[in-house]
Each structure stands twice: as structure tokens, then as C-alpha cells.
């Protein structure tokens, strides 16, 4: 007797057909009760861009190196036209060599650094300036005064100090905090090299600069 063949499954149910166009769900659109919501001038609010109530405004700086001469001021920041620089002078600071350079530290109440003073016109130029002066300066808030005998006489701006240790910068010492400032790490402790012995590679004793008072 042969066994009983086994029918395969039934297969599943077709899917119900797709509905018409006619007997679609209405569904309520957000859209029109969010155009409702912007009003009529809802085109502009959507262009409108917001406008600063104050620009930005021109910041006068004290130069009294090469940054003090026309020429070079106008290459560094590709002017059209020679700047117009004003005499002007600062009080309370000096300046000592850096190398072949001049940098500005502080100094006595009653000494002064005379050079010019000139109206940086955006923020653009200004980092043009900080570019040019690396980070052997800093940026410095100071009170320029104006020689010129033309108004104003006097107002706040800004200059470039030297950044490391002026004490290291005048005594011809090793400047081991701009070191560490152009270099982005810090020396070593055991790199360090005590005063007394940098004076006697000067051929200084330090007993001898202890008596001159300094």
C-alpha cells in the first residue's frame, strides 16, 4: 500500500487590493495652520536678517618701531593708500634691544616712549598687526598721547609690549619665559641656570653687581 501524499501548504492570502484616489484618508495639513500662525508679513520675517545697533568701531594703536614707519605699515596690511600716522607718546614705559629689535617694557612713572599712533580700521588688520609682532609681544592696553596739538589729545588704545621677562631682556640673560612661550613647552627644572653663574660667564661677579645697587 503507498503512503499518502502530503498536499503542500496552502499559500498565504492575497493582500487587499491598494484603494483609490477617490477613497483616500484625509489628513489634516500643519502646514496651513503654521502659515496662519506667521501672519501676513511672513515673507519678510523670513528674509529679515538682524543688523548690529553698534559696528564695530576703529581702535587706535602706539607704534614705536618699524611698525612706526609708513611704508612698512602699508605692506603689512595691504593698504591702497600710505597710512596717516599722528606723533603721539606714551608714559611709564621704556624700551630695551631685542636683538635687532625694539620692545616695549614698563617703566618709570615719568619716562616716555614717543612714537606715532594710528586708527586700525577693522578686526581684520588688527590680526594682521598681532601676525606681524609673533608672539615675542603681547597686546597692551595704554593711554596715548597725542603731540600733534590736534584733537583728540589724548584717548585709550592699544600697543605691543615685549611678552617675556623684562629683567632677563635687559641684563642680556637667557629669557627663559619667551623661550617657553615660542617654543609652546617648559624647560625642564634641572635646565635651569642659576643668576650667579650666568654673571660669572658674563665675567661679572655678583657681589659687584650687588654693590652698584641694581
Request: hydrophobic letters at 35%; charged letters at 25%; proline letters at 10%.
Amino acid at each position: 500500500m503507498k503512503p499518502a501524499t502530503k498536499r503542500p501548504p496552502t499559500p498565504p492570502p492575497l493582500p487587499p487590493p491598494f484603494a483609490s484616489h477617490t477613497a483616500r484618508i484625509e489628513r489634516p495639513s500643519t502646514y496651513l495652520p503654521s502659515l496662519e500662525a506667521a501672519g501676513s508679513n511672513f515673507v519678510d520675517t523670513a528674509t529679515y536678517v538682524p543688523k548690529l545697533d553698534e559696528p564695530i568701531k576703529p581702535e587706535w594703536y602706539f607704534f614705536y618701531g618699524t611698525l612706526a614707519k609708513p611704508d612698512i605699515l602699508k605692506h603689512i596690511l595691504d593698504l591702497q593708500e600710505e597710512p596717516l600716522l599722528r606723533p603721539a607718546k606714551i608714559i611709564g614705559y621704556k624700551l630695551a634691544s631685542w636683538g635687532q629689535y625694539r620692545a616695549l617694557i614698563d617703566g618709570e612713572p615719568s619716562e616716555e616712549v614717543s612714537g606715532f599712533a594710528y586708527e586700525v580700521q577693522t578686526i581684520e588688520h588688527e590680526f594682521k598687526l598681532a601676525r606681524y609682532e609673533t608672539n615675542a609681544y603681547k597686546l597692551h592696553r595704554c593711554r596715548i598721547r597725542f603731540t600733534d596739538n590736534t584733537e583728540p589729545r589724548e584717548l585709550s588704545g592699544n600697543t605691543f609690549m615685549y611678552a617675556g621677562d623684562a629683567g632677563a631682556l635687559q641684563a642680556g640673560r637667557f629669557d627663559r619665559v619667551l623661550w617657553e612661550l615660542q617654543m609652546g613647552t617648559r624647560l625642564p627644572d634641572k635646565w635651569k641656570t642659576p643668576t650667579e653663574e650666568i654673571l660669572r660667564r658674563m665675567g661679572v661677579e655678583p657681589n659687584v653687581l650687588n654693590d652698584s645697587g641694581r
